[in-house]
């Protein structure tokens, strides 16, 4: 067993940083402020006045108060994206966007794969929640989760 584990490390300590609160916070706030931001650039390209209040995706923040900080980083780039393509003038259309945006989600995904060596759907899922208010108890977060409306 000693000798497995040697030459293969357990799935936990190879697929992300999950431990790392600080970090995670740290970004997950980060990711938070950049979906914000990008939403908003969003809605300027689609000439909505005033634009519509920020909410984050129920469906994102669970997935993002579990991610570990190499997903993060990913989220990260991938909002800044997102606001730089709606930031181009020339605007660009609908199509242009989304094609750009399917273009460098592939690409970084194949460069995190590179990177890292698995897929970030098998990244390990932390056993604390990071929100975009810190660390919270992970006992409390799933009941609270469970009582939302889906």
Known sequence: ??????????????NGTTEDLLQRYTLRVMVYEANRAAFNA????AGRSPPRPFAEDPTHTGIRDFSTVEEL????????????????RPKLTQKQISQRIDVFAK?????????????PEE?????????????????AYRQRLKQQPE
């Open 73 to 88: 980083n990913l989220a990260l780039q991938l909002q800044h994206f997102i606001q730089l393509c709606c930031e181009i």
């Open 1 to 14: 067993m000693i000798a497995r584990e040697r030459t293969e490390p357990h799935v936990s300590i190879v």
């Open 107 to 119: 690409g970084e995904r194949a460069a995190f794969i590179a990177r890292y060596g698995y897929k």
């Open 42 to 45: 969003v809605e300027e390209w």
């Open 123 to 139: 990244s390990t899922v932390p056993r604390i929640p990071v929100t975009s208010e810190g660390p919270v108890d992970p006992e």
